[in-house]
């Protein structure tokens, strides 16, 4: 039983390790394309391929200063949920820092968009304001809030009380 066993083994331990070789050598991971939703924007648009290449390294650069910004984020809020038990603590300070930083995190958005629009004819500037009109409005007409706010009596939209 041992004895046919172990050639098994041997089988199946050099083949994962020509796997694994393979992965080290071909860095399938580095290999992927950008951002299906970004590969959207590029097709939609009708992009040449030197707009591509510009919005690829558009979106390199944007997708480094939203990581930094996002672990800014989660240090913060680390730190504010961990500090339930301590006492002198200022919360509020925290909570202005998160929220500079969302702020901070929408102003990149709006700045890569503004970047992209750039490269833009005026074509392709028409398609792109409607789908960033859309994507505001979670792809439903109207107001980009008016799915939270439900209809008064007579039919106009009003802020809950």
Known sequence: MKSKLLPILLIALIFLNGALIFMLI???HEKRDI?????????????SEKQKNQFIEFDKIHRENMMEIDQELRQR????FSSFQKTNF??????NQI???QAKKEAEVFRFFT?????????????FDKIIKKAIR?????LPNDRRMPPHEDGRHRPPR
Do not use: W, Y
């Open 26 to 28: 071909n860095k399938p």
């Open 77 to 80: 809020k680390d730190i504010l």
């Open 99 to 101: 929220g500079n930083l």
């Open 90 to 95: 200022s919360v509020d300070s925290l909570i």
């Open 115 to 127: 970047i992209v629009r750039t490269l833009c004819n005026n074509e392709q500037s028409i398609k």
């Open 35 to 47: 951002h299906p939703k970004r590969n959207f924007l590029t097709q939609e648009l009708g992009f």
């Open 138 to 142: 979670g792809g439903k007409p109207g």
